[in-house]
């Protein structure tokens, strides 16, 4: 069968770099869903079948290779998962939790925390494979490059884009510097051309307008520009309470405040995925008896099993709420997949706001603006809050995360 058939254009020429280049590091950068990890997953087992030769040559009888990721969940779902399904290659861990193919010791790495160092500290390593690198703790991947001390040894990395100033981006893909001997390769979803046109287009009329788009479409290291949710309509999405569907899902979102506002609100999901922001309980100087209250009266209206979203800023607070009987739990409150979520919301028309809960949240969502030197919203100050924000973002990225959609390399 032509290579054609199997592979992408932008994946051949990845895999021609990776047959002839002299290189260091080779790293693929750029959208979801582009075909990044599924050449590299190649490249690593050819990477092994490589190494294997070596070792022979050199006569060493445990040859060791590092495996990187965020976590164990994702080195597991992006690369030994996908090589199952790509390969049929099985692979299983040894009571020291590495795997093991072609007679190479694999030792995984997780790259979230200072903490994946020490799984690799001290070791000599062949080479390394770096899934999802942009989100790797600087200083473990440098622990990584560290420990590729045989002559011979190569970094394979891919990546979805991040802030233009990321250290992987400045110090890595724009160095050009031919002793460094780095290859990378950008992909846009365009460059994926085995995903049906259908499904492209869709993912395209899906995705949030702005930052959301430019990196997850088309695969490039930006930082917002001018307000976060720039697809809310307010013509559109702020209706009256009569055009509220019944038989809603029913669940609250809570940020904790006192000096600066604690807000309570109600949130409610139809069958078609439509979310609706119904009420909302926001004050300033307020204890959590109040609070406690505000919670139990919203229980009575919507049965003993809504659920209140909080902040776990506020342990105490928390538990107030469980020992009152309220099914409180603290909210995933990761900042830009949970603004992503939301954003996607809007993007899709899925997102309304009662007209009587809307005023001090029309105020939020205009002044909801992105910090360049960060790639995250700004942070609050006296006159701006995004308290309300905050709640709506933990109540839905928290109930939404479970199952949901979640892009792949």
């Known amino acids: 069968m032509a290579l054609i058939n199997l592979l992408t254009k ?7 770099s990776y047959l002839n280049d002299d290189w260091k590091y080779l790293i693929l950068n750029g959208a979801v869903r582009a075909g990044k990890t599924v050449i590299d997953n190649y490249l690593f087992l050819l990477e092994l079948k490589r190494i294997k030769k070596l070792a022979e040559i050199e006569k060493e009888p445990h040859p060791q290779y590092i495996l990187a990721g965020y976590s164990s969940n994702s080195i597991y779902t992006n690369v030994i998962s996908s090589l199952e399904n790509q390969f049929g290659i099985v692979m299983k861990t040894d009571r020291h939790g590495h795997y093991h193919l072609f007679g190479i010791d694999i030792v995984p790495a997780y790259t979230g925390s200072v903490r994946g160092i020490g799984a ?9 494979y770096v ?4 989100l790797a703790t600087h200083e473990v991947f440098q622990e990584i490059v560290q420990r590729c001390s045989v002559g011979s040894a190569r970094i394979i990395c891919d990546t979805n884009p991040d802030i233009p100033t990321h250290w992987l981006k400045t110090d890595y893909i724009d160095n050009h510097d031919p002793k460094a001997r780095i290859k990378a390769f950008s992909f846009t979803i365009d460059d994926n051309t085995f995903l049906s046109r259908d499904y492209v287009e869709a993912l395209k009329a899906a995705t949030p307008s702005g930052m959301f788009y430019d990196r997850s479409i088309l695969g ?3 930082t917002g520009d001018g307000i976060v949710y720039q697809d809310f309509n307010k013509d559109t999405m702020v209706i009256p309470r009569d055009r509220v569907p019944d038989g809603l899902d029913y669940y609250v979102g809570v940020d904790w405040g006192y000096e600066h506002p604690n807000p309570i609100i109600l949130l409610g999901d139809d069958k078609d995925g439509n979310t609706y922001i119904l009420e909302d309980y926001t004050q300033k100087h307020k204890f959590i008896n109040y609070w406690v209250k505000i919670a139990q009266n ?4 919507f049965g003993r099993n809504l659920i209140f979203y909080a902040d776990s800023a506020r342990p105490d607070n928390v538990n107030e709420f ?10 995933n409150k990761n900042v830009l997949p949970g603004i992503e979520c939301v954003a996607k919301k809007m993007r899709e028309r899925k997102f309304y706001v009662v007209d009587t809960a809307s ?3 029309l105020d939020e969502i205009y002044q909801y603006a992105w910090d360049e030197s960060t790639g995250l919203p700004l942070k609050e100050n006296d006159v701006r809050h995004n308290d309300r924000l905050d709640a709506i973002r933990y109540a839905i990225y928290s109930r939404n995360k479970k199952g949901g959609f979640i892009p792949w390399n």
């Open 131 to 134: 899934n999802e690198a942009s």
């Open 10 to 16: 932008k994946q051949i020429k990845v895999l021609q």
């Open 322 to 331: 469980q020992s009152n009987g309220l099914n409180c739990i603290n909210a």
């Open 359 to 361: 005023s001090g949240l």
């Open 298 to 301: 919203l229980q009575t209206r």
């Open 120 to 128: 690799i500290r001290g070791m000599t390593s062949y080479g390394a």
């Open 220 to 222: 490039q290291w930006v």
